[in-house]
């Protein structure tokens, strides 16, 4: 199978290094010189990768082709372009829904959307998929395992979801310079926190049957520390806000359909 991704940036080169690193059956990537910082280290790393000028290029010598340009740019890219019917489709773009990948792109080509994670480089991370082709969900299960949402809602909801990448690294931020305060080094609080957190996922990921409220009530002391500051997050309208922060992001995306 052949790929062509639109569009080099950071999460093609972590899916293309993630597709590279598994035993997935891909004959040749050809990725757009476009970053081509990212592009050229990509088919200096790899025999299998290969760098093309020209976008409709990359379509024509490709059987699945990935989209992955930033969304305020989607339409004038892919207007100049045709996807022919029988090739594959998986766009990575946010919030552009299929109907307007296809008028863009004047194809009744199969559509897939989904969003691959940075962690899916090393097969650390599910990717959503709507609607879930068999070929694509394959492809996403070597990558640390795919989840084909039902309902276009749904795929929403993860996308939703996904945006709370930028909230992790915030928290991680904010609590390493409050230990910086107290006195700790910088490096040494990154290190800790980054451990316990790590730590934490690991505990998580070897235990699939319990859910999150059992997972709290199996690491949290009764009438400790950790109970009084989650307690403190939610009085101080931490949940609430996350449920408001949520809630904006899926009415963007749904504004965007
Ligand atoms: N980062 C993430 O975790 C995720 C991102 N996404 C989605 O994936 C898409 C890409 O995101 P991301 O990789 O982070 O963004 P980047 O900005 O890193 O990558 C965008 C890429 O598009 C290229 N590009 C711009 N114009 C053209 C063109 N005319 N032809 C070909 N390529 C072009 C850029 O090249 P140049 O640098 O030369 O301008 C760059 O390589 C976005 O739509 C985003 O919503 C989805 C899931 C996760
Ligand atoms: O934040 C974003 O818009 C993209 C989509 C998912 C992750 N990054």
């Known amino acids: 199978m052949k790929l062509g991704f639109i569009g080099t940036g950071a999460i093609s080169d972590a899916v293309i290094r993630g597709l590279l690193k598994s035993d997935c059956r891909v004959d040749e990537i050809i990725v757009s010189r476009r970053s081509e910082h990212i592009s050229t280290k990509l088919a200096a790393d790899f025999d299998r990768v290969r ?17 992955a340009v930033l969304p305020q740019i989607a339409g004038d890219v892919l207007s100049a372009l045709r996807v022919p019917d ?7 773009i946010a919030t552009i829904p299929i109907s307007d990948l296809k008028v863009w792109l004047g194809t009744n080509a199969q559509c897939d959307r989904a969003i691959p994670l940075p962690p899916v480089e090393h097969h650390a ?5 709507y609607p879930g082709s068999p070929d694509v969900m394959a492809l996403f ?14 795929f929403d909801g993860y996308a939703t979801g996904s945006a709370l990448m930028a909230t992790y690294f915030t928290v991680l931020e904010s609590a390493a310079q409050w ?3 107290q006195g700790s080094d910088y490096a040494d609080a990154r290190r800790y926190l980054a451990a316990l957190f790590s730590g934490l996922a690991g505990n998580t990921n070897k ?24 307690q403190t997050f939610i009085r101080e309208k931490g949940t609430d806000a996350l449920h408001t922060a949520l809630d904006e992001v899926f009415a963007r995306i749904k504004a965007s359909a």
């Open 86 to 92: 029988d090739k594959q489709i998986v766009s990575l």
């Open 207 to 230: 235990s699939p049957d319990q859910s999150f409220a059992d997972l709290y009530e199996g690491h949290v002391t009764a009438g400790g520390l950790n109970e009084q500051v989650a």
């Open 125 to 129: 991370c599910v990717t959503a998929v």
């Open 51 to 67: 760098v093309e000028d020209d976008n409709q290029a990359i379509i024509d010598q490709s059987d699945m082709i990935f989209l």
């Open 141 to 154: 299960e070597k990558l640390g395992g795919a989840v084909a949402a039902e309902t276009i809602d749904a």
């Open 179 to 181: 230990m910086v305060n």
